[in-house]
């Protein structure tokens, strides 16, 4: 476990090179990442399993909205996906204060313009602010009444080891399957070294992640942060300190834009803003990125026990499987950018349930309509599921893919340095050069092609 005198040290390099730590944990580690068998395969197999953990599916909805309590968890379950992540928890939910409006769109087009595509959706959403005895009694339930499904527990605290070792206990105790850290949340109390604060500092990253799984029994997966130089450097802190799997991305610190009449930022909140996290189709090439150099490093220096799981701008089955043929195992999902006029009376019931009961039903109406705060399970609703995996299959009937591992990775191969390029490139031309164009002999002169084979012969 670093010290405090380490982290001192290293101040002048963010993410040092962390010397492999031994972890031994019998009780997490143990199954490789690989999926159901080829043989006697009629149908393509999308059956995934994770660090011993069996999904249908490797759709996961992401920590956020859709899995902030037990109707909304448990109609994703109903509905087939292969995991859910709960939103994510801490000890003190008091501490969690959000304000309104606290969403921005970012549309194809003049930005601010009413019409267009929505690519880009900025939040300054923070975790959840449900009581966590809540959110565990309703995790227990899930877990009672849907024991073979997944259920992931997010979590994040303060830089204290105590506060870490009581939430892992606590939520461990409800019988979830895994628990994903949140060293990546882009804002929201970062003075209190919580969530990307300490997953763009290595040397505090590994601590954290020493005391997580010293205490942890379940498999850990730490979530990256995007708002860094180099995305490899904690993930391999992260891996080396004894996690089972990296999640890839969080959202993208950004300003989502200046409005040009009243020139307050967006989204304003009593005439002032503050940057948030940036998502939705325009991160999805960013996240791309981002997973492959993690699958790069992941395969050249772990083994195949650890598991990684993409992240950004996923909306339809296409997105997923760029994401899997750069190595993921499994893919989030989180949901944005939709319109008011999309929903339907049953899922405005389930989001109404997101919220306490003391929550005014008429001021959530207003929000959504005015600020169209609404996402992609109110548009499609948690059957989405069923979209993806279809276009999954068509994807893998294409190739005569029967399992999700006869093409995970396929892609990375192909991804090299611009200098190799430049090598590859010249090599190329040199033998094309080398190729004697023409015929060889008059024996090879045909009717059918005497005009171009006169012309092979031209010089000039």
Not at 116 to 138: A, C, F, K, V
Not at 439 to 444: F, H, I, R
Request: net charge neutral; aromatic share 8%; glycine share 8%.
């Amino acid at each position: 476990m670093a010290s405090l005198q380490l982290r001192t040290s290293l101040k002048s390099s963010p993410c040092p090179t962390i010397p492999t730590r031994s972890v031994t944990r019998p009780s997490r580690i143990g199954f490789r990442v690989s999926c159901s068998s080829r043989s006697q395969q009629v149908e393509p197999d999308l059956t995934v399993k994770v660090n011993g953990l069996t999904m249908p599916n490797p759709f996961v909805i992401g920590s956020g909205p859709p899995g902030t309590n037990y109707t909304v968890m448990k109609r994703a379950f109903d509905e087939g996906w292969g995991a859910v992540i709960a939103k994510t928890v801490s000890l003190d939910a008091a501490k969690v204060i959000n304000v309104t409006p606290r969403y921005a769109r970012l549309r194809a087009g003049v930005n601010g313009s009413p019409k267009g595509q929505i690519i880009g959706w900025e939040n300054i959403e923070l975790i959840s602010d449900r009581p966590l005895e809540t959110m565990l009694r309703e995790f227990k339930q899930l877990k009672e009444e849907y024991p073979d499904r997944i259920l992931i527990a997010s979590i994040m605290e303060e830089y204290n080891k105590a506060s870490w070792e009581e939430l892992i206990d606590r939520v461990e105790q409800t019988g979830i399957d895994a628990i994903e850290i949140n060293f990546s949340c882009p804002h929201g109390m970062p003075e209190r070294k919580m969530g990307a604060a300490v997953g763009q500092d290595c040397a505090m990253l590994e601590e954290v992640c020493g005391w997580i799984n010293e205490k942890a029994t379940v498999p850990v997966w730490a979530k990256m942060t995007p708002n860094i130089t180099d995305i490899t450097q904690p993930a391999r802190v992260a891996l080396k300190s004894g996690c089972e799997g990296i999640a890839a991305i969080n959202t993208i610190m950004s300003v989502m834009g200046i409005n040009l009449t009243t020139l307050r930022p967006e989204p304003c909140v009593e005439g002032y803003s503050t940057p948030g996290g940036y998502s939705s189709k325009a991160v999805h090439p960013i996240a791309l990125a981002k997973v492959m150099s993690i699958a790069k490093m992941m395969k050249a220096e772990f083994s195949e026990d650890h598991s990684l799981s993409g992240i950004g701008g996923v909306e339809t089955g296409a997105d997923a499987t760029e994401f899997i043929l750069l190595g993921a195992n499994t893919v989030q999902v989180q949901f944005s950018n939709v319109t008011v006029k999309k929903l339907g009376i049953f899922n405005l019931k389930i989001w109404v349930h997101s919220f306490e009961d003391d929550f005014d039903l008429e001021m959530i109406l207003f929000m959504m309509i005015v600020y169209s705060v609404c996402t992609g399970v109110m548009m499609h609703g948690y059957g989405l599921v069923k979209k993806l995996c279809s276009e999954l299959k068509d994807f893998m009937r294409m190739h005569n893919f029967s399992t999700i591992e006869d093409f995970r990775g396929a892609s990375l191969p192909y991804f090299t340095t611009h200098t190799e390029l430049v090598r590859m490139q010249q090599e190329a031309i040199r033998q094309r050069k080398a190729v004697r164009k023409g015929l060889a002999s008059d024996k090879d002169w045909t009717g059918d092609g005497f005009v171009q084979e006169t012309e092979s012969m031209v010089s000039n």
